[in-house]
């Protein structure tokens, strides 16, 4: 006699939930899977808005199409034809109240030829970080080190502050301090490990074999799409306002206590996926017993919160030709980053107005954030004004807060991950944890490492 299929329960229907819910109904045909999601619509951290002229991210807006994992399952769901790529302009950084553009020939704000950076540091500092190559350089391989710390201390503090750390930004919410060189550019880590002399050597060597074609890539339509593919792909019952309160063990398996518009109610789980932010995740793993030590690894792992205040604006406006605008951690305006999105995307350039997105907050500078929604929306519509050099007439705006939603990836993270895997497959048999505080941080991490984990649940089950 077969056994009937698992019941699954996945907390959390962010990008990681859902594939993990896709990647388990291919795994095993027989699942009934319930995805339990506390907001009113599934995504987190993709979410697609409409303003009267079109979708508009509030969250994520891109990929890396050099990496395999989102490309695809973009392609397995179908949706090729639905990718678009940036057009041509590159950021400009904004040091010293003036808008310079991103010099060429760098690598995540690392020089490959300090001669590039004039226009964005002193010349001192330009001077210093040429001197880079012939300072000693010991590099034993395998080495795990921060990203900042390393820059500053080759480069000069000034490349992390005007480069490095504006560049990383966005996608990190964390100063480059407490990332992991490794984790963040694992390519010049292995050409130190291979014995380039120096750092500005490595990224030379990086930068020379870079490969041609987009780096980055979208959806026509919105991450809406994704979602909404993986959630008729997985099959999986996805029970919005559900908000799940603790995981117990029950006989074999667990049953995930569950509070929402009906009350409070629990679901019987065979195998768990806990797919939602560190803070979220810590009272639910300390409370299952048994995952204690796992609970106590990833309460070392920070989070940011920040920030996204959508607009769309008159084209009156003299948006400047670039995708957007990198603000360098010692400037003094309040926002961290502008994409100039109609500028950044050519199929969204054929709105009534420009679409710009304004972002705020970074790791232990996010007091912003204590601001109410219309005081961020007016920080956002003057510095677009400053930027500009007049004052915008907003047809549209929308913010949208993220909380804890970023993990700060720092050095030997990946040695931490590993042992929470090892504590929780030994204490916690049928329950995964995955999302943007495992593999890293990012669409197409999120994507790899929920897949990685649902294969597991599925092994486990047919053992
Ligand atoms: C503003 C912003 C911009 C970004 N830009 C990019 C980008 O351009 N490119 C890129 O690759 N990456 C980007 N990222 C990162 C990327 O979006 C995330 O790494 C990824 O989407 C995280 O997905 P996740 O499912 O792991 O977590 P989340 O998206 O945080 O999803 C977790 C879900 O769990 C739910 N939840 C939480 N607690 C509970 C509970 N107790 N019970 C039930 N449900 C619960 C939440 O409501 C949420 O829906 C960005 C992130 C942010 C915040």
Same mark, same amino acid.
């Given at each position: ?97 003036? &808008? ?63 480069? $490095? ?132 690894? &990833? ?68 007091? $912003? ?11 956002? $519509? ?82």
């Amino acid at each position: 006699m077969t056994r009937p299929g698992p019941r699954v329960a996945v907390v959390g229907g962010g990008l990681s939930g859902l594939v993990a819910a896709y990647q388990l109904s291919l795994d095993l045909p027989g699942a009934h899977i319930t995805v339990l999601e506390e907001s009113a619509a599934p995504g987190g951290a993709l979410a697609t808005t409409d303003f009267p002229s079109g979708p508009m991210e509030l969250g994520a807006e891109a990929f890396i199409c050099r990496r395999p994992e989102a490309a695809g399952l973009i392609d397995e769901l179908g949706l090729t034809d639905r990718l678009e790529h940036p057009g041509t302009l590159g950021p400009a950084i904004l040091t010293g109240g003036r &808008l310079e553009p991103m010099p060429t020939g760098t690598l995540m704000g690392l020089p490959s030829d300090a001669g590039t950076l004039a226009g964005v540091l002193d010349p001192e500092d330009v001077a210093r970080a040429a001197r880079e190559p012939e300072i000693p350089f010991e590099w034993p391989p395998g080495a795990d080190v921060s990203l900042g710390d390393l820059v500053a201390e080759r480069f000069g503090p000034a490349v992390v502050r005007r480069l $490095v750390d504006p560049m990383l930004g966005g996608v990190y919410a964390a100063r480059s301090a407490g990332l992991g060189l490794r984790q963040v550019v694992p390519g010049l880590a292995e050409a130190l490990d291979k014995g380039a002399p120096s750092l500005t050597e490595a990224t030379r060597r990086l930068t020379a074999r870079r490969a041609t074609g987009p780096v980055f890539a979208t959806l026509n339509g919105g991450y809406r799409v994704l979602v909404e593919a993986l959630g008729r792909a997985s099959g999986a019952e996805i029970a919005t306002g559900s908000r799940c309160t603790a995981i117990r063990r029950d006989g074999p398996g667990y049953a995930v206590d569950v509070t929402g518009a009906g009350g409070t109610r629990s679901v019987g789980a065979d195998l768990v996926v806990v797919a939602v932010p560190v803070p979220r995740a810590l009272p639910l793993l300390t409370a299952i017993g048994g995952a204690e030590a796992a609970a106590g690894s &990833l309460s070392g792992i920070r989070t940011a919160s920040s920030a996204v205040v959508a607009l769309e604006v008159d084209r009156a406006l003299d948006l400047p030709q670039r995708s957007g605008v990198l603000v360098a951690t010692d400037e003094p305006v309040p926002y961290k980053a502008m994409t100039f999105t109609s500028r950044k995307w050519p199929h969204l350039d054929d709105r009534p107005g420009h679409l710009v997105r304004v972002s705020f907050g970074r790791l232990d500078d996010d007091e $912003v954030l204590d601001s109410g929604d219309e005081a961020l929306t007016r920080m956002a $519509v003057a510095g677009l004004a400053d930027v500009c050099g007049s004052d915008p007439i907003v047809m549209h705006s929308r913010v949208r807060r993220w909380q804890d939603s970023l993990a700060e990836i720092g050095p030997d993270h990946d040695a931490t991950i590993a042992g929470i895997r090892g504590e929780l497959a030994q204490r916690v048999p049928g329950l995964e944890l995955v999302g943007g505080a495992t593999e890293g941080v990012g669409v197409p991490a999120c994507i790899g490492s929920a897949r990685a984990a649902a294969r597991r649940l599925a092994a486990q089950w047919q053992d």
